[in-house]
C-alpha cells in the first residue's frame, strides 16, 4: 500500500517503538481504489534511506476493500484481518502474527475485515 509520508525525521539506526501505540498520521487512499466500504488509512514512516529505496514504519487500514499495485514488501500484522487476493496467485489470509511477502507489480485486492495495522519495510 501507499507511504505517501516520507517527512520522518531521521531515525538513529538502531531504535524500538510499539506499533499498537504509534501515533499514525492521515495517508492518501486514491479513491479509484476503493472497490466497497469507507475505508482510511493511516501511516507513519519511521525510517527511510538516504536514497529513498528503503522505507520501514506502520501502516493501518479501517475496513473495506480496495485495489492496490505492490512495492517489494516485508510486512508483519499487528493486529486485525484482512483476506489479500493476489492477481494470478494466492490468497492470503492475514491476522497477527503473520509475516507476508509482496513482489513488485503485484496487483491486489485488500479485504479488511478487522482494522488491520502492520509493521512493514518496503525496497524500491
Known amino acids: 500500500m501507499s507511504t505517501s509520508d516520507h517527512s520522518a525525521v531521521p531515525a538513529p539506526a538502531s531504535f524500538a517503538v510499539t506499533v499498537a501505540d504509534v501515533e499514525l498520521e492521515p495517508d ?3 479513491p479509484a481504489q476503493i472497490v466497497s466500504g469507507d475505508p482510511v488509512v493511516t501511516g507513519k514512516v519511521l525510517w527511510e534511506s538516504a536514497d529513498g529505496k528503503q522505507v520501514r514504519g506502520i501502516w493501518q487500514i479501517t475496513p473495506g476493500v480496495v485495489t492496490d499495485v505492490e512495492a ?3 510486512f508483519v500484522v499487528v493486529s486485525g484481518r ?3 487476493e493476489v492477481e494470478g496467485g494466492e490468497t492470503l489470509e492475514v491476522g497477527p502474527g503473520s509475516a507476508c511477502v509482496l513482489r513488485e507489480g503485484d ?3 485488500w479485504t ?3 482494522t488491520l495495522r502492520k509493521a512493514y519495510h518496503i525496497s524500491c
Do not use: F, G
Open 28 to 30: 492518501d487512499l486514491d
Open 112 to 114: 479488511v475485515h478487522e
Open 82 to 84: 484482512a483476506t489479500v
Open 107 to 109: 496487483k491486489t485486492v
Open 72 to 74: 517489494n514488501e516485508l
